[in-house]
C-alpha cells in the first residue's frame, strides 16, 4: 500500500496530524521546516526530533513518491533531465537547466495530458492520471537538494513539462503556494510560471486570484483553422476568446503574457502567419517566445529552417513585439516535453 506523502499536507494539516498523536504545535514547525528548509528527505534525517515522532512519520507517511528512474545530462552539461517512476507505475519527467545564474527547474503538472495537441509527446500518449500538489513541488525539492550541494538553488520554475496544470489547477497552484511559504521553502509566486494550451475558465479564475504566477499560453497558430488541427482545445476555446482573456489578464494584474510558438516548416513559419500574429497581439502587453520544433515520433511535421526562424523573428521585431528564439537546451537528451516518458511507457527506454 502506498502512504500518503507528506508533501501533500499543508501546514495546518500537518499541525492537526501531530496534535492527533500528541504533539506538541512546535514539533509541527521543526517538521516543516526541516522538509522545506533543510532539505530533509527521511525521518532519520530528523534529528531533533523524538524518536517515537520520527517512528511515527515513518510508518504513516511516504518522503517520496519520486523514485528516479532515468538521468541525462545534455553533452554541454548544463541540461539535466530526469524520468521519475511513480508508485503507481507512471512516468513523469523534471528538467533542470543551468543558464548563467538562472537555474530553472522545468516540472510536470500531470502524467501524460489529456488535450491531444499533435506536435507534443505527452499528448500523444494521452491522460493517465493528475499529480497530487505533493508530487509537484517534490519535483522541485528533489532538484533543491541536488543544488545545494554546490550552494546553488533552483531560481525559476516553469510548469512546461508534462501534463497540462490548468486542468489540475488545485493541485498545481496549490504546489505553488506550499513551495512560498516564508518560514519553508519561501520560492515566491513571481519565481513561477504557468503554462497552459489555453483553458479559459481556468484563465479567467487564475486572473480574478490576481495570482503572482507568470502565465503563458501556448498560442502556436493565429487562425481558428490552423490552431484547431494542432491543438484541438482550440475547437471549444477559439482564438478570440483566448485573446480577449489574456487583455482581461493583462489589465488585472498588470503582468504581460507569454505566448509560445513552436515553429514548424511549412505550417505555421510563413510570413503571412507572421504577419496574422503581428494583427493578433496588436496593443496587447506580451511577449513570443519562438521555439523550433521538437520532432517527436508520433507526428511528421519537422522543425523551421535557420531562415524562416530567422524572417518570422524579424516580422515581429518590425511590429515592436518583443520576441526570443528559445535557444534548444537539452536537446540531445529529449528534453522536450514527454518525450522520455514516451519511451518508458513503451517499453523502449533503457535504464542506465
Ligand atoms: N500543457 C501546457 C504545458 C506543457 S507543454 C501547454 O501546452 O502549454 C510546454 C510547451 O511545450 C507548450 O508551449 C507546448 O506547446 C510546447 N511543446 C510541446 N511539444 C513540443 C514540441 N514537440 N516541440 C516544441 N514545443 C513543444
Ligand atoms: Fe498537453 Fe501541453 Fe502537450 Fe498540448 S502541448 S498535449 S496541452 S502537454
Not at 519520486?66 to 512516468?91: H, I, N
Not at 510536470?108 to 497530487?132: D, E, H, I, W, Y
Not at 508534462?162 to 496549490?174: S, V
Not at 511535421?301 to 534548444?328: H, M, P, W, Y
Request: proline share 4%.
Amino acid at each position: 500500500m502506498t502512504l500518503p506523502l507528506i508533501f501533500d499536507l499543508d501546514l495546518p494539516q500537518l499541525t492537526q496530524q501531530l496534535k492527533d498523536w500528541g504533539q506538541p504545535a512546535y514539533r509541527a514547525k521543526q517538521v516543516w521546516q526541516g522538509l522545506y528548509q533543510n532539505l530533509w528527505a527521511k525521518p532519520q534525517d530528523f534529528s531533533n526530533l523524538p524518536k517515537d515522532l520520527r517512528d511515527n512519520l515513518a510508518e504513516n507517511f511516504a518522503f517520496t513518491h519520486l523514485e528516479e528512474a532515468q538521468r541525462l545530462y545534455s553533452k554541454d552539461g548544463q541540461t539535466t533531465k530526469v524520468l521519475f517512476r511513480l508508485p503507481d507505475s507512471q512516468y513523469i519527467e523534471t528538467v533542470l537547466m543551468r543558464y548563467e545564474d538562472r537555474r530553472t527547474l522545468c516540472i510536470s503538472s500531470q502524467a501524460g495530458c489529456a488535450m491531444g495537441c499533435v506536435f507534443c509527446a505527452t499528448g500523444q500518449m494521452g491522460f493517465r492520471r493528475n499529480l497530487s500538489s505533493g508530487e509537484i513541488l517534490e519535483q522541485v525539492l528533489v532538484f533543491a537538494r541536488q543544488l545545494a550541494e554546490d550552494g546553488e538553488r533552483p531560481t525559476n520554475v516553469v510548469l512546461m513539462g508534462m501534463g497540462e496544470p490548468f486542468h489540475n489547477y488545485d493541485a498545481t497552484l496549490e504546489a505553488i503556494d506550499r513551495l512560498g511559504d516564508p518560514d519553508g521553502f519561501n520560492m515566491g509566486a513571481r519565481r513561477f510560471t504557468i503554462s497552459t494550451v489555453g483553458l479559459l475558465p481556468a484563465i479567467r479564475r487564475f486572473t480574478a486570484e490576481k495570482r503572482q504566477v507568470g502565465l503563458a499560453i501556448s498560442l502556436h497558430a493565429a487562425t481558428d483553422e490552423l490552431r484547431s488541427s494542432m491543438l484541438p482545445i482550440n475547437d471549444r476555446y477559439p482564438i478570440k476568446d483566448l485573446i480577449r482573456a489574456c487583455q482581461e489578464y493583462t489589465e488585472a494584474t498588470g503582468r504581460r503574457v507569454t505566448f509560445e510558438w513552436a515553429l514548424i516548416l511549412d505550417q505555421n513559419d510563413s510570413p503571412e502567419e507572421a504577419d496574422r500574429l503581428v494583427k493578433l497581439l496588436h496593443g496587447l502587453n506580451c511577449h513570443v517566445n519562438i521555439i523550433p520544433l521538437n520532432p517527436t515520433q508520433g507526428y511528421a511535421g519537422q522543425r523551421s529552417t535557420r531562415e524562416s526562424v530567422a524572417a518570422f523573428k524579424q516580422i515581429l521585431d518590425n511590429a515592436g513585439i518583443s520576441c526570443t528564439v528559445r535557444v534548444r537546451r537539452g536537446i540531445d537528451i529529449q528534453a522536450g516535453c514527454g518525450q522520455l516518458a514516451e519511451r518508458a511507457d513503451g517499453g523502449l527506454l533503457q535504464v542506465n
